[in-house]
T-cell receptor, first 109, second 113 residues
């Protein structure tokens, strides 16, 4: 089945720093979402981004579907950005989301 | 803003007991999912539901599990005889149509003792 790999697995930043998280798919996906799992376990939708680039405040995301990867940019990080970031998407012919392994981010004050 | 609501937020149950996890999807959504996340691991697909029937299910979703849409607003996941390894966070999700953006509930943390 499709594999979704995220890098880096762990990231520690000082508040105010920028970062780029990467999501690689072993096969094509029909669409792609980025989620933030906060310390209480909730999955928060960040972006629905089958292709192209979107921005929302300090966060932006780019998906290059033809090359099977997506990037999540976090600028001017804050302590509330801490948590685990997941990308997920359904392979062709299915609507079930396959989740990546996650990037655990810790932002220090 | 519309959201997916799950109850309870936490449930502790004894091994062998039946549990029912409840979800209220976003009202105009037609496609529903259950996922689970064992502590420290990634989120795994369990089952999807569309047009009053199961659309897809994973190998995890065996005969111990069932889903139901008992009325126009609720979507439930039943585990008939819980095992220790069923301890996990269970997420419900919904989307307007198959393949469109999925919205997740806040999760139910199930602990089997």
């Amino acid at each position: 089945g499709i594999q979704v790999e995220q890098s880096p697995p762990d990231l520690i930043l000082q508040e105010g720093a920028n970062s780029t998280l990467r999501c690689n798919f072993s096969d094509s996906v029909n669409n792609l979402q980025w989620f933030h799992q906060n310390p209480w376990g909730q999955l928060i939708n960040l972006f629905y981004i089958p292709s192209g680039t979107k921005q929302n405040g300090r966060l932006s995301a780019t998906t290059v579907a033809t090359e099977r990867y997506s990037l999540l940019y976090i600028s001017s990080s804050q302590t509330t950005d801490s948590g685990v970031y997941f990308c997920a998407g359904p392979p062709p012919g299915t609507y079930k989301y396959i989740f990546g392994t996650g990037t655990r981010l810790k932002v220090l004050a | 803003e519309p959201e997916v609501t799950q109850t309870p937020s936490h449930q502790v149950t004894q091994m062998g007991q039946e549990v029912i996890l409840r979800c209220v999807p976003i009202s105009n959504h037609l496609y529903f999912y259950w996922y689970r996340q064992i502590l420290g691991q990634k989120v795994e697909f369990l089952v999807s539901f569309y047009n009053n029937e199961i659309s897809e299910k994973s190998e995890i979703f065996d005969d111990q599990f069932s889903v139901e849409r008992p009325d126009g607003s609720n979507f439930t996941l039943k585990i008939r005889s819980t095992k220790l390894e069923d301890s996990a966070m269970y997420f419900c999700a919904s989307s307007e149509a198959p393949g469109t953006e999925a919205f997740f509930g806040q999760g139910t943390r199930l602990t089997v003792v």
